[in-house]
Nanobody, 125 residues
Framework: QVQLVESGGGLVQAGGALGLSCAAS????????MGWFRQAPGKGREFVTA????????YYADSVKGRFTISRDNPKNTVWLQMNSLKPEDTAVYYC??????????????????WGQGTQVTVSS
């Protein structure tokens, strides 16, 4: 089992920045691709970004490309999401997710085995 705990959410003005972290306990994350998803009120959970198990490759949704950066530190069992130039439409609950294994990550929720409880990000205009 893998337990994921997100932190770092909060309220920020448009144009500002926030950093989220995802700390894992239980089994190591080192051989798992990792992803971040988000869910805005009244909408489904959508893909934001993902990173391969070794950190070599990152994937981003078009809506966040150039503004968000995913990173990981395997010895620390932690994944981060740096969010810059935030927009009101980035307002959502952000979830960290661990994939089933070391295959390249996908944008599909079904390919992620473990989820955190989520952290709220609110961007005011």
């Amino acid at each position: 089992q893998v337990q994921l705990v997100e932190s770092g959410g909060g309220l920020v003005q448009a144009g500002g920045a926030l950093g989220l972290s995802c700390a894992a306990s239980g089994r190591t994350l080192s051989r798992r691709a990792m992803g971040w998803f988000r869910q805005a009120p009244g909408k489904g959970r959508e893909f934001v970004t993902a990173i391969t198990w070794n950190g070599d490759t990152r994937y981003y949704a078009d809506s966040v490309k150039g503004r968000f950066t995913i990173s990981r530190d395997n010895p620390k069992n932690t994944v981060w999401l740096q969010m810059n130039s935030l927009k009101p439409e980035d307002t959502a609950v952000y979830y960290c997710a661990a994939s089933y294994g070391s295959s390249p990550p996908t944008r599909s929720r079904e390919d992620y085995a473990y989820w955190g409880q989520g952290t709220q990000v609110t961007v005011s205009s």
